[in-house]
């Protein structure tokens, strides 16, 4: 087995986006968050993504801007450093070292230079004792600085950001963890710490879960499980402190946050709703509902334009002064686990698979973006816990991407197990698809796998599910019978079973003559034009957990995985056992493109990767140790460009890209070098075809006029009085890639175009002499032309008769027709010539 580095495991977007609270800028132009181990720079109007600010070698936790530049933002991470960043350029400006792992972090303006961190008490990143340190940034010209003035400022405080909080611009600092909340004075240096029940009069949980501190005046607002928000009052003395209590969350508030001024508090919970409440007036509130998920994080711009909130579906809503959401940024949803697989979408090549209750995400793997939700269940989702709704479970698509096919499931206590099974067509006009059929219990259990049969010369449809009843169905899209209104329905065309045993999954042959389905320890072999069973594999003792038919050259195998660690490969010719090998094999996939087969198997609590082919003993390429814990999702992404690799190793990569989730939902895939450094390369170089149009904008931004040698000298001296205007391609390239939201205002690229587009005026001097020169001329040529008639008209008459018909025919010419042949004889025609002669 070789394995060559040339390949690299690398993260391919999906990340989560609300893991920390988002920044918004000062001119709310731009958002932050974290993303993994970068910092993701959005665009507020066009939801776009300008940059990823990476440097970071492990989980980012938190972001913060510079108080004193509002151009430069921080960011914090659990591989023990602090990072200065310039967000618009994208540029790494300092790195503190700290030394330990950061949960958290927080500045004011009234702290110059220093900033507050969480760290663990200890350096084991699973210490549950947490501390707020104070660090003393020092001044270096370095862009590696380690720091060593660290001063513990609170010990024993809780890990989550929203936890802490500071307040009047850095006077004091409020921490709540548990029942307790801790206020640290930072002129008196002293600290006050203030307790509640556990349980109040009426049985609601007093414990704290979010602090907020009001930017102008003395007052903190809480938190806390059971739904209600206290505001503190009388703070700074110990014994004589108040509190008022607001309630309208019916759960647990999870965010808290004042605008700027201070004039509104904002609240968010698993209701979905934003809630505003007036300042000193908290019987005044307003509403902002069905923001489609529980909100998790609540920010607030610094010119108070707009609200962001984070919410549990991986997404950021950006609000107009809780008027109206102006922008969703969403990122690939991620919930407990993934019940559909990762599927790709042969239409729009996105990958799709199970996101927001009861819908199916079609995510970008390009762009590193949602593309649309599909609505499958269609119903409105109640978020109350221990209610039992419908989720999707399965999905799937034919090969042309017209058909889709869905699962939906309830099981409610003490009730049966309600089944859907809807089938989808993709409707042209809406570009969407519409719901065909939906049959109610297609099977009295669970349904364990199902597939289309991927032939692109038969005419009808089929699909195949196999369900935990002990039988298989084949279901057949055909045509209607009774009116031509009615268009083509799904009805079930055959109904197998083998001795009573279950069926645990079912696999189509490229071509669509063959169907196997296992049933636990045997595989079965069906002919889809007959249903005849054609024949039965077995193997060694254990249940069968994948079935994957060869491609192209190695369509005559079959290959499966059992439960006993084994990899079976049958030869369908001679329908014996070709070979098998001893394989912990969590996932069997085939590339659609290529014979390549893809083994992931769990090894020590690692994942790895075997490429090979079923005709060949030996793996094309092998990778130890991809990532921890077991891979059960992963799936060949067809490639907008073929690959040219030369190389045997990375050859199977040429016409797909395999993307594989991790047990912690990481989107994963596999990179080599040559195409990481030509995706390093473009990020760097816009690239764009110079074939461009001759229009006024190309002329303005692109290539040089070409004028003639004559005029060179006054075109030169008029563009010295003109703006310069940018040369080359490089300005052409950065106007036509570049998103319209960095680009320079219209006012400014105005007056150079129409400049462009004006005639050039010369100066009257030289408009005068140039006349006087042409005039000159003129009379020159005048002369010339009254003393050849005069010498003409003195010769003796020596004309023919011919000669004489022909002056009698030519016609005299004006003086204007005169000019006009004299300047039509100093035309150069040689172009024409030249013509000619090729």
């Known amino acids: 087995m070789v394995e060559h580095a040339d390949i690299r495991v690398v993260h391919r977007g999906g990340s989560i986006i609300n893991f920390r609270q988002p920044v918004v800028t000062n001119d709310s132009r731009f958002l932050l968050c974290a993303s993994g181990e970068c910092v993701k720079v959005f665009s507020t109007s066009t939801e776009e993504c300008i940059h990823n600010l990476q440097g970071h070698t492990d989980l980012v936790t938190g972001v913060l801007l510079r108080p004193s530049n509002h151009l430069q933002v921080y960011s914090c991470s659990a591989d023990g450093t602090v990072r200065l960043w310039d967000f618009t350029d994208g540029i790494l400006i300092k790195t503190y070292v700290i030394g330990y792992p950061i949960c958290s972090l927080y500045a004011s303006a009234k702290h110059e230079?220093?900033?507050?961190?969480?760290?663990?008490?200890?350096?084991?990143?699973?210490?549950?004792?947490?501390?707020?340190?104070?660090?003393h940034l020092p001044q270096s010209g370095d862009q590696l600085v380690e720091t060593r003035e660290l001063s513990a400022v609170l010990s024993n405080v809780s890990s989550?950001?929203?936890?802490?909080?500071?307040?009047?611009?850095?006077?004091?600092?409020?921490?709540?963890?548990?029942?307790?909340?801790?206020?640290?004075?930072?002129?008196?240096?002293?600290?006050?710490?203030?307790?509640?029940?556990?349980?109040?009069?009426?049985?609601?949980?007093?414990?704290?879960?979010?602090?907020?501190?009001?930017?102008?005046?003395?007052?903190?607002?809480?938190?806390?499980?059971?739904?209600k928000i206290r505001l503190w009052r009388n703070f700074n003395h110990k014994k004589e402190y108040t509190y008022s209590t607001l309630h309208w969350h019916h759960s647990a508030v999870s965010s808290l946050c004042f605008t700027p001024e201070g004039t509104n508090l904002l609240s968010g919970g698993v209701e979905s709703v934003l809630v505003q409440w007036r300042y000193n007036q908290e019987s005044q509130r307003d509403f902002l509902p069905r923001l489609g998920a529980a909100i998790t994080h609540i920010a607030v711009s610094p010119d108070g334009a707009l609200f962001c909130t984070s919410h549990s579906d991986n997404k950021i809503s950006i609000i107009q002064s809780c008027v109206k959401v102006s922008a969703v940024i969403q990122g690939l949803v991620k919930g407990e686990s993934v019940k559909t697989d990762l599927i790709v979408d042969p239409r729009s090549k996105a990958l799709v698979l199970n996101g927001k209750p009861g819908h199916l995400q079609f995510y970008s793997l390009h762009r590193d973006k949602l593309l649309y939700n599909l609505d499958i269940v269609q119903q409105e989702y109640i978020h109350e816990l221990g209610l039992d709704q419908f989720e999707v479970v399965k999905a799937a698509f034919d090969a042309s991407g017209s058909c889709l096919a869905t699962v939906e499931e309830r099981q409610q206590k003490g009730a049966e197990l309600e089944i859907n099974l809807k089938l989808w067509a993709f409707d042209e006009q809406t570009q969407s698809f519409v719901?065909?059929?939906?049959i109610s219990t297609p099977h009295d259990a669970r349904i364990t796998a199902m597939c289309f049969r991927h032939d692109a010369d038969c005419q009808t449809t089929m699909l195949v599910s196999t369900s935990q009843d002990g039988h298989f169905k084949a279901w057949q899209l055909a045509a209607a019978a009774h009116t031509e209104e009615e268009g083509p329905s799904w009805s079930c065309d055959f109904v197998g079973a083998y001795h009573s045993l279950v069926p645990k999954c079912c696999c189509f042959s490229a071509d669509g003559s063959l169907l196997a389905v296992s049933f636990q320890e045997v595989v079965t072999v069906w002919s889809p034009a007959s249903w005849e069973l054609l024949t039965t594999l077995s193997q060694p003792p254990g249940a069968i957990r994948d079935l994957c038919f060869g491609r192209l050259s190695c369509s005559k195998y079959l290959l499966g995985t059992t439960d006993s660690s084994l990899l079976c490969c049958w030869n369908l010719l001679t329908c014996s056992l070709e070979w098998s090998t001893s394989m912990d094999v969590s996932l069997l996939l085939s590339d659609p493109l290529s014979e390549n087969m893809v083994a992931f198997c769990c090894e020590s609590g690692c994942t790895d990767l075997f490429v090979f082919k079923p005709s060949e003993p030996r793996p094309l390429f092998s990778q130890k140790a991809v990532c921890s814990g077991r891979v059960t999702h992963a799936v060949f992404a067809p490639r907008e460009e073929m690959l040219e690799s030369c190389e045997e190793s990375s050859q199977w990569l040429n016409r797909s890209q395999l993307y594989f989730l991790t047990q912690h939902m990481d989107l994963m895939t596999f990179i080599t070098k040559v195409e990481e450094d030509r995706l390093m390369a473009s990020s760097k170089q816009l690239v764009i075809d110079d074939s461009v149009a001759m229009t006024p904008f190309y002329l303005l931004l692109g290539k040089h006029r070409q004028e003639q040698q004559e005029d060179q000298d006054a075109v030169s001296s008029q563009s010295s009085e003109r703006a310069p205007l940018p040369h080359s391609s490089v300005a052409i390239k950065e106007l036509l890639q570049t998103p319209a939201h960095v680009l320079p205002s219209t006012t400014f690229l105005c007056s150079m175009f129409l400049q462009s587009l004006l005639i050039p005026v010369t100066d009257n001097r030289e408009e005068k002499k140039h006349a006087e020169e042409e005039m000159e001329s003129e009379k020159e040529e005048e002369d010339s032309s009254e003393e050849e008639m005069e010498s003409s008209a003195s010769r003796p008459e020596q004309a023919s008769g011919s000669g004489l018909a022909a002056e009698l025919a030519a016609p005299t010419l004006t003086k204007a027709q005169s000019r006009e042949l004299r300047r039509l004889k100093k035309v150069d025609h040689s172009w024409l010539s030249e013509l000619l002669d090729s």
């Open 160 to 227: 989550k950001p929203a936890a802490t909080a500071f307040g009047q611009g850095g006077e004091y600092l409020a921490s709540v963890k548990g029942l307790q909340m801790e206020v640290y004075f930072f002129r008196k240096e002293k600290s006050y710490t203030f307790s509640l029940k556990e349980d109040n009069k009426k049985g609601g949980r007093n414990t704290f879960t979010c602090v907020a501190c009001h930017p102008k005046d003395d007052c903190i607002a809480t938190g806390h499980e059971d739904g």
């Open 435 to 438: 719901l065909n059929t939906t």
């Open 113 to 135: 230079g220093v900033i507050f961190i969480i760290t663990p008490k200890l350096t084991d990143k699973r210490s549950e004792l947490f501390q707020l340190v104070a660090v």
